[in-house]
Nanobody, 116 residues
């Protein structure tokens, strides 16, 4: 029912910034929970940040103060602004949207590589 298309990843030096985007194929984000996860090689996929349909936001301790999650309902897009990137942030970043307990979607992932 919904396709999530991610973009914005790339190679950046430590201290740099990237803005990751997740565009949905139809308008869903005004009424959905959305999140960004990341998975480093050999590691579990972990929650980075999320935002509820009412705007409540959570950040993992590892990114708090550096990353910002936001959404633009008119553009059907969720963003993750990543600032002051560190090599430890290197991972594939995945967009996640949950419409209900039984309807949820994942993006394809976008690679973020931070060099030291």
């Amino acid at each position: 029912q919904v396709q999530l298309v991610e973009s914005g990843g790339g190679l950046v030096q430590a201290g740099g910034s990237l803005r990751l985007s997740c565009v949905a194929s139809r308008a869903i984000f005004s009424n959905t929970y959305a999140a960004w996860y990341r998975q480093a090689p050999g590691k579990q996929r972990v929650l980075v940040a999320d935002i509820t349909s009412t705007g409540t936001i959570y950040y993992a301790d590892s990114v708090k103060g550096r990353f910002t999650i936001s959404r633009d309902n008119a553009k059907n897009t969720v963003y993750l602004q990543t600032n002051n990137l560190e090599p430890e942030d290197t991972a594939v970043y995945y967009c996640h949207a949950r419409i209900s307990a039984t309807e949820y979607y994942w993006g394809q992932g976008t690679q973020v590589t931070v060099s030291s």
